[in-house]
Protein backbone atom coordinates (compact mmCIF):
# COMPACT_ATOMS: atom_id res chain seq x y z
CA UNK A 1 0.00 0.00 0.00
CA UNK A 2 3.28 2.20 0.25
CA UNK A 3 3.27 1.87 -3.20
CA UNK A 4 0.15 2.47 -3.78
CA UNK A 5 0.27 5.98 -1.98
CA UNK A 6 3.22 7.44 -4.15
CA UNK A 7 1.55 6.12 -6.93
CA UNK A 8 -1.12 7.86 -6.05
CA UNK A 9 0.88 11.16 -4.93
CA UNK A 10 3.20 10.98 -8.39
CA UNK A 11 -0.03 11.00 -10.46
CA UNK A 12 -1.97 13.60 -8.51
CA UNK A 13 1.14 16.10 -8.51
CA UNK A 14 1.86 15.23 -12.58
CA UNK A 15 -1.96 16.51 -13.08
CA UNK A 16 -0.98 19.39 -11.18
CA UNK A 17 1.90 20.46 -13.50
CA UNK A 18 -0.21 19.45 -16.26
CA UNK A 19 -3.17 22.12 -15.56
CA UNK A 20 -2.42 24.87 -18.06
CA UNK A 21 -2.12 22.40 -20.86
CA UNK A 22 -5.70 20.76 -19.39
CA UNK A 23 -7.12 24.18 -19.88
CA UNK A 24 -6.04 24.83 -22.77
CA UNK A 25 -6.92 22.09 -24.58
CA UNK A 26 -10.44 22.42 -23.52
CA UNK A 27 -10.58 26.23 -24.34
CA UNK A 28 -9.50 25.54 -28.08
CA UNK A 29 -11.96 23.12 -28.67
CA UNK A 30 -14.60 25.01 -27.18
CA UNK A 31 -13.54 27.62 -29.80
CA UNK A 32 -13.29 26.02 -32.51
CA UNK A 33 -16.60 24.07 -32.52
CA UNK A 34 -16.82 21.19 -35.07
CA UNK A 35 -19.82 18.73 -35.77
CA UNK A 36 -19.29 14.90 -35.86
CA UNK A 37 -17.34 13.46 -38.39
CA UNK A 38 -15.82 17.29 -39.21
CA UNK A 39 -13.79 17.60 -35.71
CA UNK A 40 -10.37 17.52 -37.70
CA UNK A 41 -9.04 20.61 -35.54
CA UNK A 42 -10.02 19.07 -32.15
CA UNK A 43 -9.25 15.65 -32.79
CA UNK A 44 -5.62 16.65 -34.15
CA UNK A 45 -5.25 19.29 -31.46
CA UNK A 46 -5.71 16.54 -28.60
CA UNK A 47 -3.65 13.79 -30.56
CA UNK A 48 -0.89 15.76 -30.40
CA UNK A 49 -1.21 16.59 -26.88
CA UNK A 50 -0.86 12.75 -26.66
CA UNK A 51 1.78 12.40 -29.11
CA UNK A 52 4.02 15.22 -27.20
CA UNK A 53 3.60 13.33 -24.21
CA UNK A 54 4.60 10.13 -25.40
CA UNK A 55 1.39 8.38 -26.46
CA UNK A 56 1.88 6.08 -29.35
CA UNK A 57 -1.17 7.72 -31.82
CA UNK A 58 -2.98 5.61 -34.41
CA UNK A 59 -5.33 7.81 -36.86
CA UNK A 60 -8.02 6.95 -38.19
CA UNK A 61 -9.11 4.31 -36.80
CA UNK A 62 -12.34 2.09 -37.29
CA UNK A 63 -12.71 3.84 -40.98
CA UNK A 64 -13.76 7.46 -39.57
CA UNK A 65 -11.70 9.90 -40.38
CA UNK A 66 -11.91 11.78 -36.97
CA UNK A 67 -11.14 8.98 -34.77
CA UNK A 68 -7.92 8.29 -32.52
CA UNK A 69 -6.57 5.49 -30.88
CA UNK A 70 -3.55 6.25 -28.71
CA UNK A 71 -1.62 3.88 -26.43
CA UNK A 72 1.21 4.16 -22.98
CA UNK A 73 2.08 0.70 -22.75
CA UNK A 74 3.36 -0.68 -18.76
CA UNK A 75 5.90 -3.11 -18.10
CA UNK A 76 3.68 -6.02 -18.77
CA UNK A 77 0.19 -7.21 -19.16
CA UNK A 78 -2.64 -6.51 -17.16
CA UNK A 79 -5.71 -4.08 -17.21
CA UNK A 80 -6.20 -2.30 -20.35
CA UNK A 81 -8.17 1.12 -19.41
CA UNK A 82 -9.03 3.46 -22.04
CA UNK A 83 -10.54 6.90 -21.27
CA UNK A 84 -12.48 7.69 -24.18
CA UNK A 85 -12.72 11.41 -25.53
CA UNK A 86 -15.66 13.03 -27.30
CA UNK A 87 -15.22 16.38 -29.04
CA UNK A 88 -18.05 16.98 -31.12
CA UNK A 89 -20.05 20.13 -31.11
CA UNK A 90 -23.85 21.00 -32.16
CA UNK A 91 -23.80 23.24 -35.29
CA UNK A 92 -24.59 26.73 -34.30
CA UNK A 93 -25.01 25.95 -30.98
CA UNK A 94 -21.07 25.41 -30.44
CA UNK A 95 -20.22 23.36 -27.44
CA UNK A 96 -23.73 23.13 -25.81
CA UNK A 97 -22.85 19.14 -24.52
CA UNK A 98 -19.70 20.29 -23.09
CA UNK A 99 -17.40 17.54 -25.13
CA UNK A 100 -14.64 20.44 -25.11
CA UNK A 101 -14.31 18.99 -21.62
CA UNK A 102 -14.82 15.47 -21.91
CA UNK A 103 -11.72 15.57 -25.09
CA UNK A 104 -9.57 17.31 -22.09
CA UNK A 105 -10.73 15.01 -19.24
CA UNK A 106 -10.12 11.74 -21.12
CA UNK A 107 -7.15 13.06 -23.12
CA UNK A 108 -4.97 14.17 -19.82
CA UNK A 109 -6.52 11.70 -17.35
CA UNK A 110 -4.22 9.54 -19.83
CA UNK A 111 -1.37 11.92 -20.26
CA UNK A 112 -1.46 11.85 -16.14
CA UNK A 113 0.18 8.46 -16.81
CA UNK A 114 3.79 9.33 -18.35
CA UNK A 115 5.04 9.97 -14.70
CA UNK A 116 3.78 6.24 -13.22
CA UNK A 117 3.21 4.26 -16.46
CA UNK A 118 6.87 2.35 -16.19
CA UNK A 119 5.83 1.05 -12.37
CA UNK A 120 2.63 -0.64 -13.84
CA UNK A 121 1.67 -3.75 -15.33
CA UNK A 122 -1.16 -2.92 -17.98
CA UNK A 123 -1.65 -0.31 -20.77
CA UNK A 124 -3.49 3.16 -20.85
CA UNK A 125 -5.76 3.98 -23.65
CA UNK A 126 -7.50 7.08 -25.04
CA UNK A 127 -10.07 6.56 -27.40
CA UNK A 128 -10.83 9.77 -29.84
CA UNK A 129 -14.66 8.94 -29.93
CA UNK A 130 -16.25 11.23 -33.04
CA UNK A 131 -19.88 12.33 -33.53
CA UNK A 132 -21.74 11.69 -30.73
CA UNK A 133 -24.15 13.40 -31.11
CA UNK A 134 -25.33 12.11 -34.85
CA UNK A 135 -23.00 9.42 -35.70
CA UNK A 136 -23.10 7.18 -32.76
CA UNK A 137 -19.60 7.16 -33.37
CA UNK A 138 -18.77 4.90 -30.50
CA UNK A 139 -21.37 2.27 -31.86
CA UNK A 140 -19.44 2.52 -35.46
CA UNK A 141 -15.58 2.03 -33.50
CA UNK A 142 -17.22 -0.78 -31.64
CA UNK A 143 -18.59 -2.90 -34.76
CA UNK A 144 -15.26 -2.35 -36.77
CA UNK A 145 -13.17 -3.83 -33.66
CA UNK A 146 -11.53 -0.73 -31.95
CA UNK A 147 -12.65 -1.13 -28.31
CA UNK A 148 -11.48 -5.11 -28.89
CA UNK A 149 -8.46 -4.68 -26.81
CA UNK A 150 -9.94 -2.39 -23.96
CA UNK A 151 -11.05 -3.83 -20.71
CA UNK A 152 -12.97 -1.20 -19.72
CA UNK A 153 -13.69 2.43 -20.69
CA UNK A 154 -13.93 5.49 -18.51
CA UNK A 155 -15.27 9.33 -19.33
CA UNK A 156 -16.64 11.89 -17.63
CA UNK A 157 -19.71 14.48 -19.05
CA UNK A 158 -20.20 17.81 -17.66
CA UNK A 159 -24.06 18.65 -16.82
CA UNK A 160 -26.11 20.55 -14.60
CA UNK A 161 -25.80 18.24 -11.85
CA UNK A 162 -22.75 15.90 -10.47
CA UNK A 163 -24.25 12.07 -10.44
CA UNK A 164 -22.20 9.26 -10.29
CA UNK A 165 -24.33 6.92 -12.18
CA UNK A 166 -27.11 8.39 -14.34
CA UNK A 167 -29.64 6.32 -16.36
CA UNK A 168 -29.90 7.55 -20.35
CA UNK A 169 -32.19 5.79 -21.95
CA UNK A 170 -32.37 3.07 -24.99
CA UNK A 171 -33.06 4.67 -28.04
CA UNK A 172 -34.00 4.10 -31.41
CA UNK A 173 -35.28 6.95 -34.23
CA UNK A 174 -38.06 5.56 -36.97
CA UNK A 175 -39.12 6.35 -40.39
CA UNK A 176 -42.08 5.58 -41.58
CA UNK A 177 -43.34 5.83 -45.20
CA UNK A 178 -46.56 5.45 -46.12
CA UNK A 179 -47.92 5.25 -49.91
CA UNK A 180 -51.44 5.25 -51.58
CA UNK A 181 -52.86 6.62 -54.84
CA UNK A 182 -53.05 9.98 -55.85
CA UNK A 183 -56.99 11.35 -57.31
CA UNK A 184 -58.17 14.46 -57.70
CA UNK A 185 -59.37 15.45 -54.05
CA UNK A 186 -62.98 17.34 -55.18
CA UNK A 187 -63.49 15.71 -58.57
CA UNK A 188 -63.05 11.94 -58.06
CA UNK A 189 -61.67 11.63 -54.40
CA UNK A 190 -62.98 7.72 -54.17
CA UNK A 191 -60.08 6.87 -57.23
CA UNK A 192 -57.51 7.98 -54.54
CA UNK A 193 -56.13 6.16 -51.71
CA UNK A 194 -54.66 8.43 -48.96
CA UNK A 195 -51.56 7.64 -47.61
CA UNK A 196 -51.85 10.98 -45.10
CA UNK A 197 -54.42 8.81 -43.52
CA UNK A 198 -52.85 6.00 -43.00
CA UNK A 199 -49.68 8.56 -41.39
CA UNK A 200 -52.49 10.02 -39.14
CA UNK A 201 -53.60 6.94 -37.85
CA UNK A 202 -50.30 5.75 -37.10
CA UNK A 203 -50.00 8.93 -34.45
CA UNK A 204 -53.56 8.56 -33.14
CA UNK A 205 -52.17 4.54 -32.14
CA UNK A 206 -49.17 6.08 -30.33
CA UNK A 207 -50.71 8.16 -28.68
CA UNK A 208 -53.28 5.83 -27.60
CA UNK A 209 -49.97 2.97 -26.72
CA UNK A 210 -49.14 5.81 -24.32
CA UNK A 211 -51.92 5.18 -22.01
CA UNK A 212 -50.71 2.07 -20.96
CA UNK A 213 -47.33 2.87 -21.36
CA UNK A 214 -44.50 2.88 -18.58
CA UNK A 215 -43.75 6.46 -17.57
CA UNK A 216 -39.66 5.65 -19.35
CA UNK A 217 -41.48 5.42 -22.72
CA UNK A 218 -40.85 8.25 -25.30
CA UNK A 219 -42.47 8.23 -28.44
CA UNK A 220 -42.26 11.90 -29.81
CA UNK A 221 -43.39 12.05 -33.55
CA UNK A 222 -43.44 14.61 -36.40
CA UNK A 223 -45.04 14.60 -39.96
CA UNK A 224 -42.22 15.21 -42.39
CA UNK A 225 -44.29 14.84 -45.54
CA UNK A 226 -48.08 15.07 -45.75
CA UNK A 227 -48.58 15.85 -49.22
CA UNK A 228 -48.43 18.76 -51.66
CA UNK A 229 -51.80 20.26 -51.95
CA UNK A 230 -55.19 19.99 -50.61
CA UNK A 231 -56.83 19.27 -53.52
CA UNK A 232 -54.87 16.24 -54.67
CA UNK A 233 -55.74 12.84 -52.35
CA UNK A 234 -52.23 11.86 -50.80
CA UNK A 235 -50.30 9.37 -52.34
CA UNK A 236 -47.16 9.53 -49.85
CA UNK A 237 -46.93 10.88 -46.50
CA UNK A 238 -44.05 10.22 -44.16
CA UNK A 239 -43.34 10.32 -40.34
CA UNK A 240 -40.64 10.10 -37.63
CA UNK A 241 -40.55 9.00 -34.46
CA UNK A 242 -38.04 9.26 -31.78
CA UNK A 243 -38.43 6.05 -29.50
CA UNK A 244 -37.11 5.67 -26.36
CA UNK A 245 -37.39 3.27 -23.20
CA UNK A 246 -35.45 2.64 -19.95
CA UNK A 247 -33.78 -0.16 -20.94
CA UNK A 248 -33.12 -1.72 -24.86
CA UNK A 249 -35.68 -4.73 -23.86
CA UNK A 250 -38.12 -2.05 -22.96
CA UNK A 251 -36.80 -0.44 -26.28
CA UNK A 252 -37.53 -3.09 -28.49
CA UNK A 253 -40.72 -3.69 -27.56
CA UNK A 254 -41.67 0.02 -27.98
CA UNK A 255 -40.51 -0.37 -31.63
CA UNK A 256 -42.72 -3.62 -32.21
CA UNK A 257 -45.39 -1.76 -30.95
CA UNK A 258 -44.86 1.25 -32.93
CA UNK A 259 -44.64 -1.19 -36.39
CA UNK A 260 -47.35 -3.28 -35.08
CA UNK A 261 -49.72 -0.21 -35.15
CA UNK A 262 -48.39 0.78 -38.87
CA UNK A 263 -49.14 -2.07 -40.42
CA UNK A 264 -52.54 -1.59 -38.55
CA UNK A 265 -53.03 1.15 -40.24
CA UNK A 266 -52.16 0.41 -43.96
CA UNK A 267 -54.31 -2.18 -43.78
CA UNK A 268 -57.16 -0.33 -42.60
CA UNK A 269 -56.57 2.46 -44.93
CA UNK A 270 -55.31 0.29 -48.07
CA UNK A 271 -51.93 2.00 -48.31
CA UNK A 272 -48.32 0.13 -47.73
CA UNK A 273 -45.95 0.98 -45.24
CA UNK A 274 -42.54 0.44 -44.87
CA UNK A 275 -40.05 2.15 -42.19
CA UNK A 276 -36.63 2.35 -41.51
CA UNK A 277 -33.97 3.31 -38.73
CA UNK A 278 -32.20 6.54 -38.58
CA UNK A 279 -29.49 6.17 -37.53
CA UNK A 280 -28.15 3.98 -35.08
CA UNK A 281 -30.22 3.45 -31.88
CA UNK A 282 -28.19 3.87 -28.30
CA UNK A 283 -28.61 1.58 -26.09
CA UNK A 284 -29.14 2.35 -22.00
CA UNK A 285 -26.16 2.26 -19.93
CA UNK A 286 -25.21 -1.00 -17.87
CA UNK A 287 -23.84 0.23 -14.55
CA UNK A 288 -21.00 -1.26 -12.93
CA UNK A 289 -21.39 -0.88 -9.54
CA UNK A 290 -17.88 -1.28 -8.72
CA UNK A 291 -16.25 1.12 -10.98
CA UNK A 292 -19.03 3.53 -9.62
CA UNK A 293 -17.85 3.24 -6.42
CA UNK A 294 -14.30 3.69 -6.74
CA UNK A 295 -14.78 6.67 -8.70
CA UNK A 296 -17.12 8.67 -6.08
CA UNK A 297 -14.46 7.98 -3.84
CA UNK A 298 -11.70 9.19 -5.92
CA UNK A 299 -14.10 12.27 -6.61
CA UNK A 300 -14.32 12.98 -3.40
CA UNK A 301 -11.22 12.75 -2.21
CA UNK A 302 -9.55 15.23 -4.51
CA UNK A 303 -12.32 17.71 -3.19
CA UNK A 304 -15.28 17.31 -5.31
CA UNK A 305 -18.93 16.94 -4.05
CA UNK A 306 -21.99 15.16 -5.09
CA UNK A 307 -24.50 17.36 -6.49
CA UNK A 308 -27.55 15.34 -7.58
CA UNK A 309 -30.03 17.53 -9.66
CA UNK A 310 -33.91 17.23 -10.11
CA UNK A 311 -34.20 14.06 -11.28
CA UNK A 312 -35.11 15.12 -14.62
CA UNK A 313 -35.67 12.88 -17.56
CA UNK A 314 -32.31 12.36 -19.86
CA UNK A 315 -31.48 11.75 -23.20
CA UNK A 316 -29.31 9.04 -24.35
CA UNK A 317 -26.09 8.43 -25.04
CA UNK A 318 -23.82 6.48 -27.39
CA UNK A 319 -21.63 4.64 -24.49
CA UNK A 320 -24.80 2.69 -23.56
CA UNK A 321 -23.50 -0.13 -26.62
CA UNK A 322 -20.01 0.09 -25.06
CA UNK A 323 -21.49 -0.90 -22.15
CA UNK A 324 -23.18 -3.62 -22.91
CA UNK A 325 -19.56 -5.52 -24.60
CA UNK A 326 -17.60 -4.05 -21.10
CA UNK A 327 -17.10 -2.13 -17.84
CA UNK A 328 -18.38 1.59 -18.39
CA UNK A 329 -18.29 5.13 -16.40
CA UNK A 330 -19.83 7.72 -17.63
CA UNK A 331 -20.50 10.38 -14.35
CA UNK A 332 -21.90 13.68 -15.27
CA UNK A 333 -20.44 16.73 -13.64
CA UNK A 334 -21.82 19.79 -12.85
CA UNK A 335 -20.59 22.60 -14.45
CA UNK A 336 -24.06 24.65 -14.99
CA UNK A 337 -26.91 25.70 -12.84
CA UNK A 338 -29.37 23.21 -12.28
CA UNK A 339 -31.97 25.27 -14.50
CA UNK A 340 -29.34 25.12 -17.47
CA UNK A 341 -29.87 22.41 -19.33
CA UNK A 342 -27.21 20.31 -21.66
CA UNK A 343 -28.19 21.60 -25.87
CA UNK A 344 -28.65 25.37 -24.73
CA UNK A 345 -27.22 28.38 -25.79
CA UNK A 346 -26.16 28.89 -21.75
CA UNK A 347 -24.50 25.95 -21.53
CA UNK A 348 -22.21 26.46 -24.67
CA UNK A 349 -21.15 29.59 -21.85
CA UNK A 350 -20.92 27.29 -18.71
CA UNK A 351 -18.24 24.71 -20.95
CA UNK A 352 -15.96 27.04 -20.51
CA UNK A 353 -15.01 29.23 -17.24
CA UNK A 354 -13.62 29.07 -13.80
CA UNK A 355 -16.27 26.76 -12.73
CA UNK A 356 -16.36 24.40 -15.61
CA UNK A 357 -12.21 24.61 -14.86
CA UNK A 358 -12.11 23.38 -11.45
CA UNK A 359 -14.35 20.50 -12.43
CA UNK A 360 -12.40 19.69 -15.75
CA UNK A 361 -9.19 19.03 -13.19
CA UNK A 362 -11.38 16.93 -10.68
CA UNK A 363 -12.57 14.80 -13.71
CA UNK A 364 -8.89 14.27 -14.76
CA UNK A 365 -7.43 13.43 -11.37
CA UNK A 366 -10.84 11.38 -10.31
CA UNK A 367 -10.45 9.42 -13.64
CA UNK A 368 -6.53 8.84 -13.42
CA UNK A 369 -6.75 7.67 -10.18
CA UNK A 370 -10.04 5.17 -10.45
CA UNK A 371 -7.98 3.83 -13.11
CA UNK A 372 -5.15 3.33 -11.10
CA UNK A 373 -7.31 1.36 -8.76
CA UNK A 374 -7.75 -1.42 -11.00
CA UNK A 375 -4.40 -1.43 -12.50
CA UNK A 376 -3.27 -2.16 -9.00
CA UNK A 377 -5.92 -4.43 -8.33
CA UNK A 378 -6.46 -6.53 -11.90
CA UNK A 379 -8.74 -8.78 -9.88
CA UNK A 380 -11.56 -6.16 -9.57
CA UNK A 381 -11.80 -6.67 -13.52
CA UNK A 382 -13.48 -9.95 -13.02
CA UNK A 383 -15.96 -8.40 -10.48
CA UNK A 384 -16.70 -5.53 -13.02
CA UNK A 385 -17.54 -8.15 -15.75
CA UNK A 386 -19.69 -10.52 -13.69
CA UNK A 387 -21.67 -7.33 -12.50
CA UNK A 388 -22.32 -6.23 -16.21
CA UNK A 389 -23.03 -9.77 -17.35
CA UNK A 390 -25.82 -10.32 -14.62
ZN1 LIG B 1 -23.05 15.03 -24.67
Redesign the pocket.
Given at each position: MANMNSLRKKLLSHIDSLKKEIIAASQYIHANPETGGEEYKSSKRLMDDLSSHGFQVTAPVGGMKTAFKARLKGKGKGPRIAFLA?YDALGSLGHA???NF?GAASTFAGIAYESIIRELKGEILVIGTPG??NLGGKIILLKRGVFKDVDASLMT?PGNETRIEPKPLASQPLEFEFRGKPAHAAAAPWKGVNALDALIQLFISVDQMRKQQHYTVRTPGIITFGGERPNVVPERAVGQFSCRGADYEELKDVVFRIKRSAKAAALSTGTTVTWRNLGPGYKDLKACPVLAALFEKNWKSVGGILEPGMEEGK?S?DIGDISYEMPCLHPFIAIAPQNVG?HTMQFTECAIGKRAEKQLVLSVNALALTALDVLVNPGLLKQMKKDIEQ
Open positions: ECGHIEEHGLN
